[in-house]
């Protein structure tokens, strides 16, 4: 579905991705865990469009997208909910999942998709007329994912979606991740969270100052001496 073949980028003199390669299959959830700065958000950056590769390929159902403007990555069906949640502080939650499906014209599966939403997240449709600056953390972040489910994905990326967040919040999103996978959507994870990254994923990559150095199934990562001892917080 998405393969990335030998992607390099640069910020100036930084190398910040220095020849990465990696493959998201269709249906499954992939995650790319790492420390900060390791590559993983402009590994995201450069899939959707927002940051051009100095070398390298991006292709998706094998079409490059290399070169190709955001909003038709978004209209071709990849979605990122960003870091930092980034949702519309001023409107509503209501009006944020508007947003979401500002370029889809089916009104009918609109509609069934906001329901959706509204039942994977029910705190949403409690606050669906409150601004969505007053929300909390969590719930800006569901609203973040459901924003982003009303845009109709085929490919959900998410960037560090349980940052800043208490551990009961963190677990319920991680379910829902699970459930939206289980519902046809293919998910590429970036998370600083490896635990329960890797407990979620059927696949994982381990990027280290913008090389991949380890990859494999979720659960063979997990118990990968090498990964416990620098991200799981155990001594070897």
């Known amino acids: 579905m998405l393969r990335i073949e030998k992607l390099s980028v640069h910020y100036g003199g930084i190398h910040a991705l220095q020849g990465i390669s990696l493959e998201v299959p ?3 959830i992939v995650t790319l865990i790492g420390a900060n700065g390791a590559g993983k958000s402009t590994t ?3 899939i959707i469009g927002l940051v051009k590769p100095s070398s390298g390929s991006v292709t998706w159902n094998g079409k490059s997208l290399v070169g190709t403007q ?3 990555i978004v209209e071709s069906g990849i979605v990122l909910v960003p870091e930092g949640r ?3 502080a001023n409107l509503s939650v209501d009006e ?3 947003l979401g499906a500002y370029a889809r014209s089916d009104k009918a599966e609109t509609e069934a998709d906001r329901r959706r939403v509204f039942k994977l997240f029910p705190r949403l449709e409690d606050r669906k007329k409150q601004k969505a600056g007053t929300l909390s953390g969590g719930e800006q972040q569901m609203l973040a994912v459901g924003r982003a489910i009303m845009t109709k994905p085929k490919l959900l990326m998410m960037d560090e979606p349980s940052l800043g967040l208490a551990p ?3 677990k319920m999103i991680f379910d829902i991740i699970k459930e939206i996978n289980a519902g046809g959507t293919t998910i590429l994870l970036v998370e600083q969270n490896a635990k329960a990254a890797l407990e979620a994923a059927h696949y994982g990559y381990v990027l280290e100052t913008g090389r991949i150095t380890l990859s494999g199934e979720g659960r063979q990562l ?3 001496d090498r990964v416990r001892k620098a991200y799981l ?4």
């Open 222 to 224: 997990l118990a990968d």
């Open 86 to 88: 980034r949702v519309f």
């Open 26 to 28: 269709e249906g499954k």
């Open 168 to 170: 009961i919040v963190v």
């Open 96 to 98: 944020n999942l508007s």
């Open 233 to 236: 917080g155990e001594a070897e």
């Open 70 to 72: 955001t909003k038709d």
């Open 44 to 46: 995201l950056k450069s």
